[in-house]
């Protein structure tokens, strides 16, 4: 009998330290980690700016900045077609109106990328990526895939999504060119980025879009390889909507950078294959969950 109460009192006197103890491990384990993330993202010189508008500020740019987005604020902005308190506060700032059409058109699409494009003139950062408002990012392969490849050259990284080569009737000529497609993402050279200023400036790029007819991927494509004679290099890690997501495999996603939701079948989610963390209504693309999957410690549960 007093042995079990001799056990009972160390228990009672040791369960607090005990308690404190698991807590400072996990917050030095968690200290220890977010400082070997903030090296393996180490994003200077690199300016990532993601396209939204008004309809998406509660949804995709919500989840975008709750969960990618906290791993490297200072680099990334978001251009939007209308003013907002909320997402400009919360992206500490970052959100840059560009006062073009809100509607899903083309001259719409051709004015935001010329507005992305003069937040990467007016930073001159070694890179400038673009992203969409359904990408999921991975930072730490990005930032491994820059590393490779030396901004004082022209480079021009992405992905295509059709099978060959663009097509296009321009100045009483045929062109052929290949372009990466905006919905998986790109990134430009700081190099092939000053070559292109002066089609971007006063509006340069958005004439360039309404001369050809042309979408604003298309039409950078268009700008880059046939104007320019850069060809695309492609990063097969970069995807889009109109790939069938869940075919990556579960162990491949730590290797990917970058990951859309939707889209590619009407009648199906097509999103990432990760356990799902949260309800559907909470993460219809999954991108909160896929953040958990790859960053367990940065998950906000």
């Known amino acids: ?89 919360s992206t500490g700032y970052h959100a840059v109106v560009s006062y073009c059409n809100r509607q899903h058109t083309r001259e719409g699409l051709c004015c935001k990328m010329n507005a992305e494009l003069e937040i990467f003139l007016a930073h001159n950062p070694k890179w400038a990526c673009h992203f969409d408002d359904d990408n999921y990012v991975n930072l730490v392969e990005l930032a491994r895939l820059l590393k490779n490849f030396n901004a004082n050259r022209d480079w021009y990284l992405g992905k295509p999504s059709t099978t060959g080569p663009v097509n296009v009737d321009a100045a009483h000529d045929k062109v052929q060119f290949w372009f990466a497609t905006g919905g998986a993402g790109f990134c430009l050279s700081r190099s092939l980025l000053m070559k292109m200023s002066s089609y971007i400036r006063n509006g340069g790029f958005e004439l360039l879009g309404e001369y050809l ?89």
């Not at 369960?15 to 994003?43: G, K």
């Not at 690199?46 to 989840?63: G, L, N, P, Q």
């Not at 007819?213 to 390889?225: A, F, M």
């Not at 695309?232 to 939701?261: G, K, M």
Request: aromatic share 10%; proline share 3%.
């Open 1 to 89: 009998m007093r042995r079990r109460i001799a056990l009972l009192l160390l228990i009672v006197m040791f369960f607090p330290a005990l308690l404190l103890l698991s807590f400072v491990s996990n917050a030095i384990e968690e200290i220890v980690s977010s400082m070997q993330l903030r090296q393996l993202i180490d994003l200077r010189d690199v300016v990532i700016v993601v396209k939204t508008t008004e309809k998406y500020h509660e949804s995709r740019a919500s989840d975008i900045v709750e969960t990618w987005f906290q791993l490297a604020p200072e680099n990334i902005y978001f251009v939007t077609d209308a003013g907002d308190e909320k997402l400009n506060e």
């Open 213 to 301: 007819k042309l979408p604003d991927d298309v039409t950078l494509g268009y700008l880059i390889e046939h104007l320019l004679n850069v060809k695309l290099t492609v990063i097969n890690s970069f995807h889009s909507h109109l790939e069938i997501l869940e075919e990556i495999n579960r162990s491949d996603l730590h290797r990917q950078i970058s990951f859309s939701a939707g889209g590619y079948d009407k009648f199906a989610r097509n999103v990432v294959d990760v356990p799902e963390e949260y309800p559907f209504e909470d993460d219809p693309q999954r991108f909160r969950s896929l953040h958990c999957f790859l960053y367990r410690l940065k998950c906000r549960r």
